[in-house]
């Protein structure tokens, strides 16, 4: 059974930054593209961005490129989203995820999300 447990949400002010994570229990997690999501209140879940098996390749959401991050550390099967210049629109519940294909958006594994909210 492969466990995904994000970390780090929480709640910020416009502007702030904020970084999550999300630890991995698969034993093949080097093989495996990774990638995040998030769900807004009364919204579907959305693509935010993918990383490929080795770190060498990434892509975003229109809507955060530029503002996000993501990253990953193969020896200590972590996952990362760097989120700076928060806005009140990025606030959702944040999904780490193992991807089928790194150019994708089938997703074989979910972890169990983490809250972000961004308010004044």
């Known amino acids: 059974q492969v466990q995904l447990v994000e970390s780090g949400g929480g709640l910020v002010q416009p502007g702030d930054p904020l970084r999550l994570s999300c630890a991995i229990s698969?034993?093949?997690?080097?093989?495996?593209?990774m990638g995040w999501f998030r769900q807004a209140p009364g919204k579907e879940r959305e693509f935010v961005a993918a990383?490929?098996?080795?770190?060498?390749?990434?892509r975003y959401a229109a809507s955060v490129k530029g503002r996000f991050t993501i990253s990953r550390d193969n020896a200590k099967n972590t996952v990362s989203l760097q989120m700076n210049s928060l806005k009140p629109e990025d606030t959702a519940v944040y999904y780490c995820?193992?991807?089928?294909?790194?150019?994708?958006?089938?997703?074989?594994?979910w972890g169990q999300g983490t809250q972000v909210t961004v308010s004044s």
């Open positions: 995820a193992v991807l089928r294909y790194y150019s994708g958006s089938v997703v074989d594994y």
């Open positions: 698969k034993r093949t997690f080097s093989n495996y593209a």
């Open positions: 990383i490929s098996w080795n770190g060498g390749s990434t």
